[in-house]
């Protein structure tokens, strides 16, 4: 790969694409269940669950990490990128911690899953609010679903239509769009699992365990809108406005330490013969890129 050459995410294989199913279907059922669950079953009290949980998920991480470097050969460099991207988030996120829904960790969550695909991004924001839980005291039975939302929110930034297709303006409109939508997503599903074990919020919007679905369901948004509606916009214009002010400089920093860091590098093998009388000396080159 050229020194020019467009930076691309780190792509997504057979096994990366079944370890993060695997891990999205753990998450929808674990901030699900309850909803359908009887009134006297032990899985509506999620207070309960969350160290099993907690358990189950990060060997799940592992397996989309170990699925990604099968997939793609990921290295050394690629972890120590994860690593520091991390730290960063994890600084960050105390910057703006309770006040507003002020984070600015979601803005570099959702540019780096647009730089280094769905599969880094994924497990970059699910390290990020683990690192940064233990950062701020922020260790709960709602870390875990923290966890996966997150790591939902960087790896959707992945699946966006390719920068080969849309840069300039358009890419930072299109990123602006998804971190509006997300950040209120982020929102939606970590007050989902939380709902459950909130006492005193009210007896028209607290969770009712046994209930039917649709009533339920309308308590839910009443409580949304009642507790945490503005805590969520003020996340998706955070986002939006650093997105506005320094995403394009920080995307291009993301793709030149990607370009250096040479995830897709060339593998080349050479070799040589001995030259038959009268015959200039032969070389073969052999050039694997990787799609």
């Not at 994890?90 to 984070?103: F, I, N, S, Y």
């Not at 280094?116 to 990020?128: D, E, M, S, Y």
């Amino acid at each position: 790969m050229s020194a020019g050459a467009a930076a691309r995410p780190i792509r997504l294989g057979p096994k990366s694409v079944a370890a993060l199913v695997l891990v999205s279907l753990v998450g929808l059922a674990a901030v699900g269940w309850p909803l359908v669950a009887d009134a006297g079953s032990a899985v509506t009290d999620h207070a309960a669950d969350a160290p099993w949980f907690f358990a189950l998920l990060l060997p799940l991480l592992i397996a989309v990490v170990v699925a990604t470097i099968a997939d793609c050969g990921m290295d050394a460099k690629a972890v120590a990128m994860l690593g520091v991207l991390a730290a960063v988030g994890a600084a960050l996120r105390p910057l703006g911690a309770g006040t507003a829904g002020l984070e600015p960790m979601f803005f570099l969550m959702l540019l780096s899953g647009r730089v280094l695909g769905p599969g880094f991004g994924f497990v970059l924001g699910a390290v990020t609010l683990f690192a940064s839980a233990l950062l701020t005291g922020g260790v709960g039975p709602w870390m875990p679903m923290q966890m996966m939302a997150m790591g939902w929110f960087a790896m959707g930034a992945g699946l966006l239509p390719g920068p080969e297709r849309i840069r300039g303006r358009g890419e930072l409109l299109m990123l602006s769009a998804y971190g509006v939508v997300a950040a209120f997503a982020y929102g939606t599903v970590t007050n989902l699992y939380g709902w459950v074990t909130v006492g005193g919020a009210g007896q028209a919007i607290s969770f009712r365990p046994g209930d039917p679905l649709g009533e339920n369901l309308v308590r839910f948004l009443a409580y949304v809108v009642a507790t945490s509606l503005a805590w969520d916009l003020g996340r998706a214009v955070l986002t939006v406005v650093l997105t506005w002010a320094v995403g394009g400089p920080l995307l291009r920093a993301l793709r030149r330490a990607t370009r250096r860091a040479n995830f897709a590098a060339q593998v080349t093998f050479e070799g040589s013969r001995r030259p038959l009388p009268g015959e200039a000396p032969h070389r073969t080159q052999v050039t694997y890129e990787p799609e």
